[in-house]
């Protein structure tokens, strides 16, 4: 993925987001392309962009705070967005990651996609310890300073652990729920590798960034929770077989987090064994 442009004189700050739409009467940074079957959205949308220099309009405008729809990672300007790289919130404070709520056709947010422990109301803002991939903006220096995307975990929990990461070096993550995403209603399990890819790479996660008296209980609440969960039993399987395939295998280097990051991650409402 490569397009850049300058904006704004005086405005030098870098921004990634995942989901957003480039405002029309914005620069054009790269070309139309359909959406990959399967993920649920007709349009066609500018994929294929890194960042966006300068400053940048989040298209919500008059439309409510609605950013759009589909599933592919596309370049949007984030606006406003502050001389050290933060996205600025209206009151006074900086952030790194900005997540957007992710709303069905109908209009409703399923508890899946509400990024804390109580998401009983999808409609409060505030800060968060994690991120949903589909609608997000990230801050280019914080990725600079934490690292790009876990490629090796390819689908599920990428974004905790760029969220760990990233909060294990004191930035913050605002969920905007005024910014809307589209996405059709579906299952995850709809995909082939769902349960064994999220069993997987749960362990990688565990593994990398846990203090290591951690480990063994974050992933014996989420094995107990699992088997409590899991309806059918070739997805069990299949998780099982995942979370074996993480324990022998590694997911990267280790760099557990400080124990001060295990407390604010508990402050802010998921501590990080569930």
């Known amino acids: 993925m490569a397009a850049a442009a300058d904006g704004d004189a005086g405005t030098d700050a870098d921004v990634v987001a995942g989901l957003g739409v480039v405002a029309d009467d914005g620069p054009e940074l790269c070309g139309p392309a359909p959406v990959e079957a399967g993920h649920g959205a007709d349009d066609h949308f500018p994929i294929g962009c890194a960042h966006v220099r300068g400053h940048v309009d989040r298209g919500h405008g008059d439309a409510g705070g609605e950013v759009g729809s589909g599933s592919e990672d596309r370049a949007v300007d984030a606006d406003p967005v502050s001389e050290d790289g933060f996205f600025a919130d209206e009151r006074g404070g900086d952030f790194a990651v900005e997540a957007d709520r992710i709303a069905d056709e109908t209009g409703e947010t399923q508890r899946r996609h509400v990024p804390r422990l109580r998401a009983g109301d999808p409609m409060r803002r505030g800060l968060v310890t994690t991120f949903l ?9 914080m990725l600079e300073e934490t ?14 652990d760029l969220a760990w990461r990233a909060v294990d070096r004191g930035w913050d993550i605002l969920y905007e729920p005024q910014l809307v995403l589209q996405h059709p209603r579906t299952s995850p399990a709809r995909h082939a590798v769902y ?3 999220t069993a997987r790479n749960r362990v990688w996660l565990a593994k990398r960034h846990l203090p290591a008296p951690l480990v063994p209980v974050y992933l014996g609440v989420w094995v107990a929770l699992t088997v409590a969960r899991t309806r059918s039993v070739a997805g069990l399987r299949a998780w099982l077989g995942g979370f074996a395939e993480g324990v022998r295998t590694s ?4 760099r557990p987090m400080r124990w001060r990051t295990v407390w604010r991650l508990a402050r802010l409402g998921r501590p990080p064994v569930i």
């Open 133 to 141: 991939g589909g609608g997000h903006a990230l801050s280019m220096p």
């Open 147 to 160: 690292g790009p995307w876990p490629d090796a975990f390819f689908f599920t929990h990428e974004e905790t």
């Open 195 to 197: 349960y064994r890819m």
């Open 251 to 254: 997911g990267g280097a280790r």
